[in-house]
């Protein structure tokens, strides 16, 4: 993909979860080692921390697929029409997220990001 269709451009940002197959030692175990070194010099890495909003819409889009998309859908006027009938449903429910992220957490997990006092 960065070579298709990104191949005029010098640097890629990435923005991932932490999960651990997302690294630099990911590419080395899936290409030979100068083309790892070539795609890892091209990219520039950004992890979310545990409990952002990327956890969040992927926990969510877990639980559309659970839900909604758990069965052979024959076409995509259908999908749109199923989709949105599930959201209906969970705005109409006022579903919410178990949201566990609090201020003392986010001043631990993400102290780099504050100023120090």
């Not at 640097?11 to 083309?35: C, G, M, R, W």
């Not at 990327?54 to 052979?72: G, P, Y």
């Not at 959201?87 to 986010?106: C, G, I, P």
């Amino acid at each position: 993909m960065a070579d298709r269709y990104f191949a005029n451009t010098k640097t890629i940002v990435l923005v991932q979860d932490n999960l651990n197959i997302h690294s630099k030692a990911s590419l080395y175990q899936a290409f030979p080692a100068i083309e790892a070194r070539r795609l890892v010099e091209r990219f520039e890495w950004h992890y979310t921390p545990n409990g952002s909003w990327l956890d969040l819409a992927e926990s969510e889009l877990s639980v559309l697929s659970s839900q909604c998309l758990d069965r052979r859908i024959p076409d995509k006027q259908t999908l749109v029409e199923e989709i949105a009938a599930w959201e209906h449903d969970r705005n109409a429910t006022h579903t919410k997220a178990n949201w566990h992220f609090s201020t003392s957490n986010a001043r631990i997990k993400l102290k780099h990001l504050y100023p120090a006092i």
